[in-house]
Structure formats: C-alpha cells, structure tokens
C-alpha cells in the first residue's frame, strides 16, 4: 500500500506467448486499488451475467479467484445489484460500493491487483475497460487484438513508457524520464584493497586486460587469447534473468567458480552500486 509513486518493477514473462519477456511497470498510486465504472442507468441490458473476480493477497503467490452471477434488469438500481453481488461473495479484500454519481467502485483495500474476466461483458457495459483509470489489459494480453471474453486487470502499477537502447538518447529529456541501456557486455567491477576501492584490473594485473569476459558460453582463454589466469572474470549472458550471473577462474581447480550474488559480506562476496560515471559523459569502458 505505501510503496512511493514512481516505484519500479519488471514483470518477468507474464505471457502467454511461450517466449520470455520483460515489462517495467511504475507505482502511479498509492494506498488502496480502485475502479470506478460509468454512471449505472439503464445501459446494462436486461440479463444474468457471470463475472470472475480474483484478488491479490499478501504472502500468497497466486490470485484467489471467485466468480458471480449478476441478474439486472436496465435499471439505475443495477450499480446496487452488482456492487451487492460482489460483497456478498466475501472477498478478503475487494469490496464495493456505489458512489453519488451511482457509479460502482471496486476497491482492493490493500492497494492490491484486481483482475476481472468479463465472461458476458457485464463489466465492459458498465464502463469499465482497458482505458479506465488503473485498469489495463491483463499483461500478456496484445490490446490490438485482445480476447473474448475481455480480461482486465485493476491496478496501481501502470506500464511504464520507455525505449530501450544501446546509446543514451540525444533528445531534450523530461524530468524524471528513463533511459534503459540493453547493453549488457559492459560492466564496472572494483576490487577492496582493505584501504580503498580500486580497479578489477589494477588491483589483479594479471587478469584479462579487457575486463570481465561477457559471453553465453564459459571462455577458454582470455579476450586476447592467452592462457586464462587466477580471478578472470566471466559473466554469463545465456542468463539474463539472473543477471550479473559471475564466475570466477580458480587456477588450481582450473573451473570456473560461481560467485554468490547474495554474499555482501565475505571477502569473495560482491557489492552493487551505480558504476563509476566516464568524464567524457560517455559509457565507462576502461578496466582499470
């Protein structure tokens, strides 16, 4: 519920493509969830209509799910049918109500996620679709041709407006604008002397004059071909969901070694903060 505005988080193959994917999504609201349909008059058509509703729940992976029958009758008096129906199905923390304007509100209290299957497009009559304040297609769902039935879902997460790109872009930015680099062959890794922080390379000369070696498959020599020697550093691509995922050369073992990412407090464990910037206002490449 508290996480600030301007939270980000990447949604991590959330389709149904088979393919893996990456979405960033950023906290447009905080506290709680809430959807809000048109104003109910006689625009629900005079039928029963099934609707599935499930809600997020803290410490629980997946959504708990329930669905319900709504029967309404092209009446004002439908916003009170439909936002009963969904209280009475007891949900741990979705509930409804109607407002002055007699629009229903669905709301998660806990600032959850709402996800709605329109099964007889009750839900699409009443005003609520992927253009609606804090709704959105399900992610996964291509909105140039989304399926029957509509699959919505209630948010304070929003999709976030980006370009991906291996060089910064050259436009006037605006305030708070990202920029994400897909590059990932470059990286900025310091050594602790037990006085201060110096270069991968400065610090074990020895090692591969280009830096950490970026590729899919574990490198036999160094960049320049020559014998790999004690701590190169390899940083495996073929794993991008784990990424950095690094290894280091043990010479007496002649293996590659997996360093723990979740080690920040060892001597072999590893710390992450922002790189070093380059005076010239371009991508830091050098080693040392």
């Not at 969830?33 to 992976?61: F, H, K, P, W």
């Not at 909105?143 to 039935?149: G, L, W």
């Not at 910064?168 to 050594?191: K, R």
């Given at each position: 519920?508290n996480?600030?505005?301007?939270?980000?988080?990447?949604?991590?193959?959330?389709?149904?493509?088979?393919?893996?994917?990456?979405?960033?999504?950023?906290?447009?609201?905080?506290?709680?969830?809430?959807?809000?349909?048109?104003?109910?008059?006689?625009?629900?058509?005079?039928?029963?209509?099934?609707?599935?509703i499930?809600?997020?729940?803290?410490?629980?992976?997946?959504?708990?799910?329930?669905?319900?029958?709504?029967?309404t009758?092209?009446?004002?008096?439908?916003?009170?049918?439909?936002?009963?129906?969904?209280?009475?199905?007891?949900?741990?923390?979705?509930?409804?109500?109607?407002d002055?304007?007699?629009?229903?509100?669905?709301?998660?209290?806990?600032?959850g996620?709402?996800?709605?299957?329109?099964?007889?497009?009750?839900?699409?009559l009443?005003?609520?679709?992927?253009?609606?304040?804090?709704?959105?297609?399900?992610?996964?769902?291509?909105?140039?041709?989304?399926?029957?039935?509509?699959?919505?879902?209630?948010?304070?997460?929003g999709?976030?407006?980006?370009?991906?790109?291996?060089?910064?872009?050259?436009?006037?930015?605006?305030?708070?604008?990202?920029?994400?680099?897909s590059?990932?062959?470059?990286?900025?890794?310091?050594?602790?002397?037990?006085?201060?922080?110096?270069?991968?390379?400065?610090?074990?000369?020895?090692?591969?004059?280009?830096?950490?070696?970026?590729?899919a498959?574990?490198?036999?020599?160094?960049?320049?071909?020559t014998?790999?020697?004690?701590?190169?550093?390899?940083?495996?691509?073929?794993?991008?969901?784990?990424y950095?995922?690094?290894?280091?050369?043990?010479?007496?073992?002649?293996?590659?070694?997996a360093?723990?990412?979740s080690?920040?407090?060892?001597?072999?464990?590893?710390?992450?903060?922002?790189?070093r910037?380059?005076?010239?206002?371009?991508?830091?490449?050098?080693?040392?």
């Amino acid at each position: 519920v508290n996480l600030p505005v301007g939270t980000l988080y990447v949604n991590t193959v959330n389709g149904q493509t088979g393919e893996a994917d990456f979405k960033l999504f950023r906290r447009a609201n905080t506290g709680s969830t809430t959807i809000t349909s048109s104003a109910i008059a006689t625009q629900l058509t005079a039928a029963t209509y099934a609707v599935t509703i499930e809600e997020s729940i803290v410490g629980a992976e997946a959504l708990a799910s329930k669905t319900i029958s709504v029967t309404t009758t092209a009446a004002t008096t439908d916003a009170d049918v439909l936002a009963g129906k969904i209280n009475d199905a007891s949900f741990t923390n979705v509930s409804a109500s109607v407002d002055t304007l007699n629009r229903v509100v669905i709301t998660h209290n806990d600032g959850g996620e709402i996800k709605i299957t329109d099964t007889n497009n009750l839900i699409t009559l009443a005003g609520i679709t992927q253009d609606s304040t804090n709704v959105t297609y399900e992610p996964g769902i291509d909105p140039a041709s989304p399926p029957t039935p509509r699959v919505y879902r209630g948010s304070n997460w929003g999709a976030l407006t980006h370009n991906s790109s291996s060089t910064a872009p050259t436009s006037l930015a605006t305030d708070g604008q990202l920029w994400y680099s897909s590059i990932v062959d470059q990286a900025d890794i310091m050594e602790h002397t037990g006085a201060k922080w110096d270069g991968y390379l400065t610090v074990n000369a020895n090692t591969d004059p280009a830096g950490p070696q970026v590729s899919a498959t574990a490198p036999t020599t160094q960049s320049d071909a020559t014998a790999l020697v004690d701590r190169d550093l390899w940083i495996d691509s073929s794993d991008l969901e784990n990424y950095p995922k690094i290894s280091r050369w043990n010479a007496s073992t002649l293996k590659w070694v997996a360093v723990d990412n979740s080690d920040q407090t060892t001597e072999d464990g590893i710390i992450f903060a922002d790189s070093r910037s380059s005076t010239a206002g371009a991508d830091e490449t050098d080693a040392t």
